[in-house]
């Protein structure tokens, strides 16, 4: 059966005619609720300079925003939805939040919601710096932080080398982090031997 034979099927029977038309009417209602609550947000963007109509629109920007990312610090803690937090935090991966990677961190381990705090993680990996790396190894060694951990792995490897790569295969046995930090290690090793066939 083709995509297109698929559909038409569904259009022609009512019962799952009326269930598409449900989840489509509850999809929008969620979209509407969400361009209500990050008004505050888009509005302070826009204020300071951007042009956006949901902060999803700078996590999929190529360009750069350091004059934002005060903004968007200072809306993180806010109790707005979990996809916009999210969105707050994607935006926040970018190396110039690193003047705020503490609160960053702070933020990270106390997000009670998983969409959340990888979002989070993601943000914290990307603004570390070469002396984030200790904290950044206590944050992975700790199986209390659970398994967004895994989003910190490539953080390791950028800031620590050789060494960052020693330490994550040291956690390769991690039943949360293993997956990951077995394709840094293997990366790492092919591109060790591409080296040295040289």
């Not at 569904?10 to 979209?31: G, I, T, Y």
């Not at 951007?50 to 925003?65: E, G, I, K, M």
């Not at 990312?69 to 994607?90: E, F, S």
């Amino acid at each position: 059966m083709t995509a297109e034979e698929y559909l038409a099927r569904r259009a022609a029977d009512p019962v799952l005619r009326a269930q598409d038309e449900a989840a489509a009417a509850r999809h929008a209602a969620l979209v509407d609720e969400l361009i209500r609550a990050q008004q505050p947000l888009v509005s302070d963007l826009n204020v300071a300079g951007a042009n956006v109509a949901s902060v999803w629109d700078l996590v999929n920007t190529r360009d750069t925003y350091p004059h934002l990312v005060p903004v968007l610090i200072d809306h993180l803690p806010r109790d707005y939805p979990p996809a916009i937090r999210d969105g707050i935090a994607r935006a926040l991966a970018v190396p110039t939040a690193h003047p705020w990677w503490p609160l960053l961190v702070d933020q990270y381990l106390a997000a009670d919601q998983n969409r959340v705090q990888q979002g989070l993680a993601v943000a914290v990996a990307a603004a570390a710096q070469g002396e984030d790396l200790p904290r950044l190894k206590e944050l992975i060694a700790d199986r209390n932080v659970g398994e967004t951990r895994a989003l910190l792995l490539d953080a390791v490897k950028r800031l620590g080398g050789e060494e960052g790569i020693s330490f994550i295969a040291d956690h390769a046995d991690d039943p949360e982090l293993a997956h990951t930090a077995q394709q840094i290690v293997k990366r790492a090793e092919r591109s060790r031997a591409r080296r040295q066939a040289r």
